[in-house]
């Protein structure tokens, strides 16, 4: 019913947006053609969009980007509801010109509207992607990653000069070292998720990483009971186990010394350390088989109006400027060449392969898995 009803809103503001002229063809100033680019994630994400479409607009004589953000967690409708609302009412020439995917996300939407309802990307019109050694492991026909994000294993250099290098190095340091590791809840923070997911789906094969098929369900159990083994070793506070909340709980906690190591996102560690918001003693490290990762991309829906636009805006993110910008801001993970880029304060992105990143994207999957760990692990005495 909550579907119905986010698709019957979303319906209602499509078909407003069309009432209004939102699927014109406008003029930015200057002259310029205006492309809508739309996308969704935590404050952040917003701000690094906000400094790239004010750099592109200000180098960029023929176009004008125009950002319409959607706050994670907020609002009636999500970006997928508006895609699949737009998609199914028929509508052509919206101003869905370009749309931030991640991979969960992809299939979301796909698995609702189809991948023929985005253009098949031409390689001609993205010189800059010819330095892109990343592909996204979900359409790569369809999607261009333009930054890339990992879970790793955050530590204190200080307390773990030698930290683990593979899941069984890190199993037998946390059995030595009782309540010094921790991972913040799944359904409340993407480290979490990818370190639970991760420890579980390493007991399946590859292709269940990117699969929304739910079957695998059913091969969850091994992978369950591995993080029943390891939840009494796990960071405890008054005497009980505890699962922080939030990414931020658990670098909370690294950071004033109550844990040793945890798993967090490379860009969240880096960009704070950089600021410093926390110690500098902090350092990452990636295990094997690693924890997983993510490829950020852009898609064009073939019910936007810009084209030429949105190819140029993908073709500009992957320049050295841009992907610059984004290492400085939010530590994001280059996908070119960084020989050419200031990488200071920001070195340790230079140890992170992304062409070798475990990709996982396994759509409402998700779900269940959260509810599964929310009833079996943190129920746990």
């Not at 592909?135 to 994000?149: E, F, I, L, N």
Request: proline share 4%; hydrophobic share 40%.
């Amino acid at each position: 019913m909550k579907k119905v009803l986010a698709l019957i809103l979303a319906l209602c503001m499509v078909f407003a947006l069309a009432a209004c002229g939102g699927g014109a063809k406008q003029e930015a100033a200057g002259g310029k053609t205006k492309v809508t680019l739309w996308a969704t994630g935590s404050d952040n994400v917003r701000q690094i969009f906000e400094t790239l479409t004010s750099d592109f607009n200000a180098k960029n004589d023929k176009y004008e980007v125009e950002l319409q953000f959607m706050l994670s967690g907020t609002g009636a409708q999500s970006l997928a509801d508006l895609l699949t609302a737009a998609s199914q009412a028929g509508q052509k020439n919206t101003d869905y010109d370009l749309v931030d995917f991640s991979g969960d996300d992809w299939s979301k939407v796909t698995n609702l509207i189809g991948e023929e309802q985005f253009v098949k990307l031409d390689a001609s019109k993205l010189p800059n992607a010819a330095g892109v050694a990343a592909k996204s492991s979900v359409a790569p026909d369809y999607c261009q990653p333009y930054r890339g994000t990992t879970v790793i294993l955050a530590y204190d250099s200080e307390a773990v000069p030698n930290p683990p290098q593979t899941v069984d190095e890190l199993v037998q340091w946390m059995k030595d070292h009782p309540g010094r590791f921790a991972y913040n809840q799944p359904g409340t923070g993407g480290a979490g998720d990818s370190c639970a997911r991760s420890f579980v789906y390493n007991f399946l094969p590859e292709e269940a990483f990117t699969s929304t098929d739910e079957k695998w369900i059913a091969e969850w159990d091994k992978g369950f009971e591995f993080l029943k083994e390891i939840h009494p070793y796990m960071y405890k506070s008054g005497g009980s186990i505890v699962y922080p909340a939030k990414n931020q709980g658990t670098l909370d906690l690294l950071n004033q010394g109550e844990i040793d190591m945890c798993p967090n996102w490379a860009d969240m560690v880096l960009s704070q350390r950089a600021s410093g918001a926390i110690k500098d003693t902090i350092k990452i490290t990636q295990i094997q088989p690693s924890f997983t990762g993510s490829l950020q991309s852009l898609a064009i829906p073939t019910f936007g109006s810009h084209e030429e636009g949105a190819y140029a805006f993908i073709d500009y993110m992957l320049s050295p400027a841009a992907q610059e910008i984004m290492v400085k801001q939010m530590a994001a993970i280059p996908l070119i060449d960084v020989s050419g880029m200031d990488m200071t304060g920001y070195e340790d992105l230079n140890d992170l392969d992304v062409s070798s990143f475990r990709i996982q994207s396994i759509g409402g999957l998700s779900t269940s898995f959260n509810e599964r760990w929310d009833n079996e692990i943190a129920t746990i005495g």
